[in-house]
């Protein structure tokens, strides 16, 4: 029978038979990397560096990890051990971080996450009853994860980038729960017979399931207009569901309150969009020049730059366009891979691309700003000028949540949702690998980590370019849209 590990085990307890498929019907495709995994992996070898051990190689698959690690702990545990692999019976694990220390163990769990989160408990627990089980002496249980606060204050100085949090107590608590789901596990994973489990939350929570798509198909797909996709519906989706309704469309008026899922009712029942103009008023009145901006910025769990913090989103490209006049439109862009923190270098082409005076377009503003006054304190000497531009923001968002609605946008009034509606030539889809901020993020750590041929890096560069660009001329064409066509 195959082995329940460390990652069977934490995907069996959100859903068995996602556990079942991951053993006898995984997907033929690997899934690709994320950031999330490019910041774990980043973290994980971090903390490799900031206290000296050994490390067990995983190259080699767990067989062979399993059996370094046991020629190692045959002649005493050594005081730090990275990716130690164990197995006792069928349940097998690689730990993260083993220090031993006169007969005491202490395993530690890293995170890349800022906090401890209830189902961190779960893995280290298990890993907990399967080194027991090994004869390893734990006696102390530990998760370690990123401080939030921690600012790198001098260049490959991490010291209290990580915090650990002693966990022994809760793990003691919920071992009995854990070997016995662990027993439970082990029997889903020999039946063979496919466990026959509804989709529900568990499919997003605590983590997005790899089966989602496979299971919507064989449940018979969702209808077009599933109740799920009212905004921030929350509990009166939850009290739709539970009164048997997966239609929208078949929801009678009087279970739906606000305003908003009212008009999403009513669109998705007629096909037809909804367009109030009085919400944008304001915005008819305003004058040429016209600039529309949008930022693409990294959050590293490791940060690289002085004076930054982990996960704070640093800014590495601006696309910026100007309506000079109804026929005059440029547009000016940025792309820095090489130096992350060349603050200096972006907020000065930024002041030198936008106009001194007039709107400046934002989708969700908010962001935008928030990024304008950190690079403010960031580059005092053009502090002025950016604050100034963040003083001139206007954000379209809440003026197209409150004048516009389509059918075709599902409930969701982000950009890319928003702009196909308006000009079909204007779906994302066909910008390739780029079609949204993480893929941007993706593309941006490709690059960085100088893994990629030139002929890649280039074609990512393009690609990043590419869909900076559609993001704010897409803001042209929808400020338009608004305005009734005329500018
Ligand atoms: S999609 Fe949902 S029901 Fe299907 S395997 Fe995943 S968690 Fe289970």
């Not at 298990?126 to 370690?144: E, H, K, S, Y």
Request: a negative charge; one cysteine or more; aromatic letters at 6%.
């Amino acid at each position: 029978m195959p082995w329940l590990t460390k990652s069977r085990f934490i995907s069996g307890l959100q859903c068995p038979k996602r556990l079942w498929c991951e053993v006898h019907e995984p997907l033929e495709a690997p899934l690709p990397d994320s950031v999330a995994f490019i910041n774990g992996r980043a973290i994980d070898q971090l903390v490799q560096t900031l206290q000296p051990g050994t490390v067990i190689s995983r190259e080699q698959g767990m067989p062979a990890a399993i059996a370094a690690t046991a020629r190692l702990m045959r002649n005493g545990a050594p005081p730090v051990l990275y990716q130690p692999a164990f197995r006792a019976g069928e349940l097998a694990v690689i730990a993260d971080v083993l220090r031993s220390s006169a007969g005491h163990a202490t395993l530690v769990e890293v995170k890349s996450s800022t906090s401890v989160k209830p189902e961190h408990l779960a893995d280290v627990g298990f890993q907990t009853l399967v080194l027991r089980q090994c004869r390893v002496p734990i006696d102390r249980v530990l998760l370690a994860h990123v401080d939030a606060a921690f600012v790198l204050k001098s260049l490959a100085q991490y010291d209290g980038l990580i915090v650990e949090r002693d966990v022994t107590d809760e793990v003691e608590v919920a071992l009995p729960q854990i070997a016995e789901s662990a027993a439970a596990l082990q029997d889903v994973m020999a039946s063979p017979v496919r466990p026959i489990v509804p989709m529900g939350s568990q499919c997003t929570k605590p983590y997005e399931c790899p089966f989602m798509e496979r299971c919507t198909r064989e449940q018979g797909g969702v209808p077009e207009f599933p109740v799920g996709l009212l905004p921030r519906g929350g509990q009166v989706v939850a009290a739709l569901v539970a009164a048997g309704y997966a239609d929208l469309r078949q929801v009678p008026e009087s279970l739906l309150g606000s305003e908003v899922h009212l008009r999403v009712h009513q669109a998705s029942i007629s096909g037809e969009a909804y367009f109030d103009p009085t919400p944008t008023a304001a915005l008819q009145k305003l004058g040429y020049p016209l600039a529309y901006l949008d930022f693409e910025t990294i959050g590293l769990a490791v940060p690289e730059v002085i004076g930054t913090r982990p996960y704070e989103q640093l800014p590495f490209q601006w696309s910026v366009h100007v309506e000079e006049s109804a026929a005059r439109v440029r547009h000016a862009e940025f792309l820095n891979l090489e130096s992350l923190g060349n603050f200096e270098a972006l907020a000065r082409s930024l002041l030198a691309a936008l106009p001194d005076a007039g709107p400046v377009f934002a989708y969700n503003a908010p962001f935008e700003r928030g990024v304008l006054e950190r690079l403010a304190d960031r580059v005092p000497g053009l502090a002025n000028g950016l604050r100034g531009i963040a003083a001139r923001l206007v954000d379209l968002l809440p003026i197209t949540r409150a004048a516009y609605y389509h059918p075709d946008m599902k409930g969701s009034w982000s950009i890319k949702a928003v702009l196909p509606t308006i000009d079909p030539g204007l779906d994302y889809a066909d910008l390739g690998e780029v079609q949204e901020g993480g893929g941007a993020q993706l593309a941006f750590l490709q690059i960085r980590a100088g893994a990629v041929s030139a002929a890649r890096r280039e074609e990512l560069t393009r690609a990043l370019l590419k869909y900076c660009e559609r993001d704010t001329w897409g803001l042209v064409v929808l400020r338009r849209f608004l305005c009734g066509g005329v500018p």
